[in-house]
């Protein structure tokens, strides 16, 4: 989709479609819906005002109300689209609301249209205060773009309905505000391009997308981007000792890759950065077909784990928008790739495996791999210097169980660390809930005889006896550790989504990352 930005009054816009937001401003919990558009623009108003009047939209999220030649205006059609109460009125609603406007047009083949730049002074008291210009241009084009998208490219009976091209159109303002609406733009342009990205790998399937494969897309996107790219296998996972991750890998014909992406920022001519700079470490769990190993899973639902590389995606798709984002901060992209199999090389349940700093781990599941190949990964990137490292993986089942699809789990050794993601999360609107990894929960990885074991002795607490073993290999260093197994596949078709693979943690990750740039 090409998207373009545009200042000018929307009711002069020649379009095929005008879509504008709408907002309920009704006080209490059982008032008659009271609806307004968020736009100044009399127009637009006069055109919409009988059909308001009828009561018949609320403006809950999601709901679309179309009029066809529309009086007073120059497009071919106003959508109404609903972002609910305008009290809990949040950039996230500005989002879904700008997902749903692309959305509503595909199935109509409107191949081009335009969305209203939402205006808070078309209320009465101002809503959209604590909605920055920048962010809610961002937002729109975030929304829009991640919107448009339908996995239905393996179908040859497909009928391409894409949006070709978007108009975020915002009337003529002060310089400064212009300014601000331009810079969103641009962020979101790139944020969103990279969480597409993260999603399209995502979506293909395990024979198409090997960990070869992954390798061979990672380097092409760094070769665009000006990222440097290495990817490893079998040999170097050997020569570096990284006895947990081959031990993943062994089992599968496929071989493994280690993709090491790096950002260097560059500084203007004479200045560099101090030496005790942070240096960030992004480590994504590359799994790209996980049947359980030895420790095989159920037939049922096993298809679904092509998307155990998601949090490699995410990674991946970060490294893209950071490239282009360029923060002031060296951050260094690490993926463990490999095939979960079960065959007559692969790993087994009783196995102790030495991992690259050291430790010895006892297998108890070979299905907990995940944090087999994430232990080297967090190990590696310290040895490469990184001084903050932060990792996302589809880490397990027992996460979804505790936080169901609408927050992803999160856990950190590090206040600062978490707090920084915290502040990432206002602007990228992710969801993702704290959970504990104190030492009192050490006992749950405790082996027999080896350091440590891979799944916890119980069945209790499985997200939390994961994240332990992780922050072994974490150690001292400040660490996020993302387990976002529920929340990396959308399960329902949503007025603004589509089925499919979510893009998760993109977002997040790539503030994250900016909150650290000098
Ligand atoms: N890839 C899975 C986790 C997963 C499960 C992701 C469901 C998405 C949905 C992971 O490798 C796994 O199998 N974990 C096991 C760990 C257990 C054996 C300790 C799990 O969660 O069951
Ligand atoms: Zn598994
Ligand atoms: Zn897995």
């Given at each position: 989709m090409d998207t373009?930005?545009?200042?000018?009054?929307?009711?002069?816009?020649?379009?095929p479609m005008?879509?504008?937001?709408?907002?309920?401003?009704?006080?209490?919990?059982?008032?008659?819906?009271?609806?307004?558009?968020?736009?100044?623009?009399?127009?637009?108003?006069?055109?919409?005002?009988?059909?308001?009047?009828?009561?018949?939209?609320?403006?809950?999220?999601?709901?679309q109300?179309?009029?066809?030649?529309?009086?007073?205006?120059?497009?071919?059609?106003?959508?109404?689209?609903?972002?609910?109460?305008?009290?809990?009125?949040?950039?996230?609603?500005?989002?879904?609301?700008a997902g749903t406007a692309v959305r509503s047009a595909k199935p109509r083949g409107v191949r081009e249209m335009?969305?209203?730049?939402?205006?808070?002074?078309?209320?009465?008291?101002?809503?959209?205060?604590?909605?920055?210009?920048?962010?809610?241009?961002?937002?729109?084009?975030?929304g829009a773009e991640v919107g448009e998208l339908d996995w239905d490219t393996y179908r040859s009976d497909r009928k391409d309905r894409s949006v070709q091209v978007l108009?975020?159109?915002?009337?003529?303002?002060?310089?400064?505000?212009?300014?601000?609406?331009?810079?969103?733009?641009?962020?979101?342009?790139?944020?969103a391009e990279?969480q597409n990205f993260a999603r399209a790998l995502v979506n293909e399937p395990g024979n198409v997308l090997t960990?070869?494969e992954?390798?061979?897309r990672?380097?092409a996107?760094?070769?665009?981007?000006?990222?440097?790219?290495?990817?490893?296998?079998?040999?170097?996972?050997?020569?570096?000792?990284?006895?947990?991750?081959?031990?993943?890998?062994?089992?599968?014909?496929?071989?493994?890759?280690?993709?090491?992406?790096?950002?260097?920022?560059?500084?203007?001519?004479?200045?560099?950065?101090?030496?005790?700079?942070?240096?960030?470490?992004?480590?994504?769990?590359?799994?790209t077909?996980?049947?359980?190993?030895?420790?095989?899973?159920?037939?049922?639902?096993?298809d679904k784990?092509k998307y155990?590389m998601a949090?490699?995606a995410?990674?991946?798709g970060?490294?893209?928008?950071?490239?282009?984002?360029?923060?002031?901060?060296?951050?260094?992209?690490?993926?463990?790739?490999?095939?979960?199999?079960?065959?007559?090389?692969?790993?087994?349940?009783?196995?102790?495996?030495?991992?690259?700093?050291?430790?010895?781990?006892?297998?108890?599941?070979?299905?907990?791999?995940?944090?087999?190949?994430?232990?080297?990964?967090?190990?590696?990137?310290?040895?490469?210097?990184?001084?903050?490292?932060?990792?996302?993986?589809?880490?397990?089942?027992?996460?979804?169980?505790?936080?169901?699809?609408?927050?992803?789990?999160?856990?950190?050794?590090?206040?600062?660390?978490?707090?920084?993601?915290?502040?990432?999360?206002?602007?990228?609107?992710?969801?993702?809930?704290?959970?504990?990894?104190?030492?009192?929960?050490?006992?749950?990885?405790?082996?027999?005889?080896?350091?440590?074991?891979?799944?916890?002795?119980?069945?209790?607490?499985?997200?939390?006896?994961?994240?332990?073993?992780?922050?072994?290999?974490?150690?001292?260093?400040?660490?996020?550790?993302?387990?976002?197994?529920?929340?990396a596949w959308n399960e329902e078709l949503k007025p603004w989504l589509a089925k499919g693979p979510s893009g998760?943690?993109?977002?997040?990750?790539?503030?994250?990352?900016?909150?650290?740039?000098?």
């Amino acid at each position: 989709m090409d998207t373009r930005l545009l200042f000018q009054d929307p009711a002069g816009l020649t379009t095929p479609m005008l879509a504008v937001f709408a907002v309920d401003v009704a006080i209490g919990k059982d008032a008659d819906a009271l609806v307004a558009l968020l736009t100044t623009s009399d127009a637009i108003s006069n055109a919409a005002a009988t059909v308001l009047a009828s009561g018949e939209f609320k403006a809950t999220l999601g709901e679309q109300l179309l009029l066809h030649a529309p009086n007073g205006l120059k497009a071919e059609r106003l959508l109404v689209v609903g972002l609910g109460k305008a009290k809990t009125l949040s950039i996230d609603e500005v989002r879904k609301g700008a997902g749903t406007a692309v959305r509503s047009a595909k199935p109509r083949g409107v191949r081009e249209m335009a969305i209203a730049f939402p205006e808070d002074h078309a209320l009465d008291d101002e809503h959209l205060e604590n909605l920055p210009c920048t962010l809610l241009s961002r937002s729109i084009v975030e929304g829009a773009e991640v919107g448009e998208l339908d996995w239905d490219t393996y179908r040859s009976d497909r009928k391409d309905r894409s949006v070709q091209v978007l108009t975020i159109v915002a009337r003529e303002s002060e310089e400064a505000t212009k300014k601000e609406i331009q810079i969103g733009f641009e962020e979101g342009r790139i944020v969103a391009e990279a969480q597409n990205f993260a999603r399209a790998l995502v979506n293909e399937p395990g024979n198409v997308l090997t960990p070869t494969e992954l390798g061979k897309r990672s380097k092409a996107m760094c070769g665009e981007v000006g990222l440097k790219c290495e990817v490893h296998s079998t040999e170097k996972l050997l020569e570096l000792g990284m006895g947990a991750f081959h031990a993943v890998a062994k089992g599968s014909y496929e071989p493994p890759s280690l993709i090491v992406m790096t950002y260097e920022p560059k500084l203007e001519k004479g200045k560099s950065l101090p030496k005790d700079a942070p240096v960030l470490g992004l480590v994504g769990k590359g799994i790209t077909f996980d049947t359980g190993g030895i420790s095989i899973k159920p037939a049922d639902g096993m298809d679904k784990m092509k998307y155990d590389m998601a949090g490699a995606a995410a990674m991946i798709g970060a490294m893209r928008a950071i490239a282009q984002l360029k923060p002031a901060v060296k951050v260094i992209g690490i993926v463990c790739s490999a095939e979960n199999m079960p065959s007559g090389r692969a790993y087994k349940p009783g196995d102790v495996l030495t991992a690259m700093s050291g430790k010895t781990i006892e297998v108890l599941n070979t299905d907990a791999e995940g944090r087999l190949v994430l232990a080297d990964g967090l190990h590696y990137a310290k040895t490469l210097g990184c001084t903050h490292l932060i990792n996302a993986a589809t880490l397990t089942g027992a996460c979804v169980v505790a936080l169901g699809m609408i927050n992803a789990g999160l856990f950190s050794n590090d206040e600062a660390a978490f707090e920084s993601f915290l502040t990432a999360m206002k602007t990228s609107g992710e969801k993702f809930w704290r959970l504990p990894c104190t030492d009192d929960y050490k006992d749950q990885i405790k082996s027999q005889i080896a350091d440590i074991m891979n799944t916890g002795g119980t069945r209790w607490g499985g997200a939390i006896s994961a994240a332990m073993f992780l922050k072994e290999f974490a150690g001292d260093t400040p660490w996020v550790h993302l387990d976002i197994a529920g929340c990396a596949w959308n399960e329902e078709l949503k007025p603004w989504l589509a089925k499919g693979p979510s893009g998760i943690a993109v977002r997040s990750i790539v503030e994250w990352a900016r909150g650290y740039s000098a």
